[in-house]
Nanobody, 119 residues
Framework: QVQLVESGGGLVQTGGSLRLSCVAS????????MGWYRQAPGKQRELVAR???????NYADSVKGRFAISRDNAKNTVFLQMNSLKPEDTAIYYC?????????????WGQGTQVTVSS
């Protein structure tokens, strides 16, 4: 069983920056595709950014050029650097790990970390 633990959330003013971290337990981090999702009040959870096991990245249009996802396999950690934050970035941010399987992927979620951007 893999556990994902996020940290780094908090309250920041518009235009500020935060760096989220997600540490995974176990020894299979390097084979997992990792992603950051967010859920604002009253809205569905949405993809923010993801990084493959090989380091390929993709981003939601709303965060392109402002956010950057990276991973450190030696530390079982994925990061989300968030710059130029806007009030609409306010949400709970969740880390997700995926092991791609032929029939059904195995998915793990963290408990979430709150990010609040004040105007």
């Amino acid at each position: 069983q893999v556990q994902l633990v996020e940290s780094g959330g908090g309250l920041v003013q518009t235009g500020g920056s935060l760096r989220l971290s997600c540490v995974a337990s176990g020894s299979i981090f390097s084979i997992m595709s990792m992603g950051w999702y967010r859920q604002a009040p009253g809205k569905q959870r949405e993809l923010v950014a993801r990084i493959s096991r090989d380091g390929d990245t993709n981003y939601a249009d709303s965060v392109k050029g402002r956010f950057a996802i990276s991973r450190d396999n030696a530390k079982n950690t994925v990061f989300l650097q968030m710059n130029s934050l806007k009030p609409e970035d306010t949400a709970i941010y969740y880390c997700r790990g995926t092991i791609v399987r032929a029939i059904q992927d195995i998915i793990y979620w963290g408990q979430g970390t709150q990010v609040t951007v004040s105007s």
